[in-house]
């Protein structure tokens, strides 16, 4: 595995675990939860059901513009932005698994 996507990887675990974090606040959950969704589901068009690692690690270079227009245009809410890297990077590391070379 090269260095870059090992960064990626560290990255999107981080993520996972500051969302897991955030989504304790009862008040927050739902909207974290949607937000999820909704960038999971965009990622799914983006790379497919077929991919590897590297796929998805080209795709997250990307995503930081893409993930922006589609939680601003399906689900908003207040103070989207400032959660909007760790909903991208959980959904890359909850993606990940379904990688034809996914190894944890």
Do not use: C, I, N
Request: proline share 4%; no cysteine; charged share 35%.
């Amino acid at each position: 595995m090269t260095a870059d996507l090992e960064s990626a990887r560290r990255d999107w675990e981080d993520a996972y675990r500051r969302l897991e974090e955030a989504a304790r606040d009862p008040a927050r959950a739902e909207q974290l939860r949607l937000q999820l969704g909704v960038v999971t589901d965009e990622l799914r068009k983006r790379v497919g059901a077929s991919f590897t690692l590297r796929d998805l690690a080209t795709e997250y270079r990307e995503a930081d513009s893409w993930a922006w227009d589609t939680v601003s245009e399906r689900a908003a809410a207040p103070g989207w932005p400032r959660t909007l890297s760790v909903v991208e990077g959980a959904a890359f590391h909850l993606y990940a698994r379904g990688a034809v070379d996914y190894a944890p």
